[in-house]
């Protein structure tokens, strides 16, 4: 990777769409080496794939919310189970195990502070793995420019299209 490959992978962070033309034309190259470039980054792996940024706070999700897990006991099968059922929370957009006071991180988006209620009492809860729930709750994301917030998997969308589809 030189200069102009780290320009082209700036562009395509901006604008994943933008034609090659263009992005040929801001890093003063012409069109084939671009997309030779290109290539060779996805065959590389340092291009894995292109996503869609969705502005969640549209769809009506404006509460984000970090949540540090403390598990009962330290256990394989306990992270094991842990991971296994977090995956399956579309509500639950990242995830880390950590070191420190806590063992898991969650980053979670969610409607309002009924809809974290709900998901407090009604699903993580019922993780019986689990022994202290710590959440903060985001003001403002001051490093998203765009105020986007997320990146949401398949899983993400399917899960939160089917619970609030009466709103849709």
Known sequence: MD???YEILKELLIDCKQPVKQIAEKVNLS????HERIRKM????IIENYSVIVKLSELNFKLMVFMQIKLKQHQENLFEELEKEI???GEVLDGYFIAG???????VILKDMADYNDFILKRISKLTMIDNIKSSFVIKNI???KNTNDILRPINLGVLINQNSKDY
């Open 3 to 5: 200069k102009i490959d």
């Open 31 to 34: 069109l084939s080496p671009v």
């Open 42 to 45: 996805e065959k590389n792996g």
């Open 87 to 89: 995956k399956c929370f």
């Open 101 to 107: 006071d806590f063992d898991v991180i969650l980053k």
């Open 143 to 145: 490093l998203d420019e």
